[in-house]
């Protein structure tokens, strides 16, 4: 385990240059995915290891450590490369609530919970600043449709969640959504999006963009929407071939690229299902698209950008790999889930 996960201290350096030329430790942040979730942090300088061993899920990296929920003890926690560990001190399951969904957006943190038994599902959405302070429920709903309020991003005026149809989005291949509406954080006003509800297909919201998957015309794969939130203009990118499955959007933080998963999938939420994968790369700002990386035998999930590449995760193999946004060549990173770097001082 060891030197695969040393190879991304290689690939990455920058951050073991930064490392040493301050008094900031920096640790680069993995899980491997196992009977047990193993996170490990890994000191970027001398190599140190902490680890730890969970049965968890939702992992989030913030700055200082890592937000996931531990199923051993049903609560939100937070782990630190310097050992620490310890429960979330206000997002966390309540009442009656059986599922906690959550995301953190600069000094806000957004969560939903979730009561009820399919289809009357109620969900409440909570918002406060990091600190705990300024909590507020911004909205309370139940559709008895059998579908949950789950969010989707968040910034400073809105939250943006879907109406997800209860567990299924964690069993398909890609983060896909159904029908994604905002809520106004002063006033608490809904309001779909534009074209919403949709499929059942990818989308990401970020950098005042709407990036939305959609059925081609005679099924023929997923064409592209990108929709400008402020003014309402959208472009439509036609599919790039004929695909069943389209999702993992993700939106660059500078807000000039972004990618999406498409897949071909047989024998579906079985022991024997196979997917092959394709990455496609969104050029925002001529609004044109290409495949990045051709078809493979592999689930590759878009994880996040760096350095003039992307970061993709095959959770059948358990690796991380890096595609170069130039040729779409593809290099292994780590046995392991790359969830990125945190610094101690």
């Not at 953190?104 to 599902?121: C, E, I, K, N, R």
């Not at 779909?192 to 059942?200: A, I, Q, T």
């Amino acid at each position: 385990m060891r030197k695969f996960l040393l190879l991304i201290l290689i690939l990455m350096g920058a951050d073991a240059r930064i490392s040493a030329q301050t008094s900031t430790t920096v640790y680069q942040a993995f899980v491997s995915n196992d009977a047990l979730d193993r996170l490990t942090f890994i000191d970027v300088l001398t190599g140190a290891q902490t680890t730890f061993d969970f049965n968890g899920d939702r992992y989030l990296l913030l700055e200082d450590g890592v937000m996931f929920f531990d199923y051993a003890v049903n609560r939100v926690r937070m782990a630190a490369p310097n050992g620490a560990l310890r429960d979330h001190p206000f997002v966390q399951l309540e009442g009656d609530a059986r599922r906690i969904d959550w995301l953190v957006h600069g000094d806000q943190v957004a969560w939903t919970l979730t009561s009820g038994m399919y289809p009357a599902l109620v969900t409440t959405t909570w918002v406060a600043n990091r600190d705990g302070s300024n909590r507020r429920e911004v909205l309370a709903d139940s559709t008895g449709e059998g579908v949950r309020a789950f969010p989707v991003a968040l910034d400073e005026t809105h939250l943006y969640l879907d109406y997800q149809p209860d567990s299924i989005g964690d069993i398909t291949p890609f983060r896909q959504y159904a029908a994604l509406f905002s809520v106004d954080l002063t006033t608490g006003e809904t309001q779909p999006l534009p074209g919403e509800p949709g499929c059942f297909c990818g989308a990401a919201i970020g950098a005042g963009r709407l990036i939305r998957l959609t059925l081609a015309a005679n099924l023929n794969g997923f064409d592209v929407r990108v929709v400008d939130l402020a003014t309402g203009t959208q472009t439509v990118l036609p599919s790039l071939g004929v695909y069943t499955q389209g999702g993992d959007v993700l939106i660059a933080p500078d807000g000039l690229s972004a990618v999406y998963a498409l897949g071909e999938i047989t024998n579906f939420g079985t022991t024997s299902q196979r997917l092959r994968t394709v990455i496609a790369l969104i050029d925002l700002t001529t609004m044109t698209q290409r495949v990045l990386v051709p078809a493979v035998d592999r689930q590759l999930r878009p994880l996040g950008f760096t350095d003039g590449a992307l970061l993709l995760f095959d959770p059948g193999a358990n690796r991380t790999f890096k595609a170069d946004l130039s040729t779409g060549t593809l290099a292994a990173v780590s046995q392991a889930q790359y969830l990125g770097t945190v610094q101690n001082s």
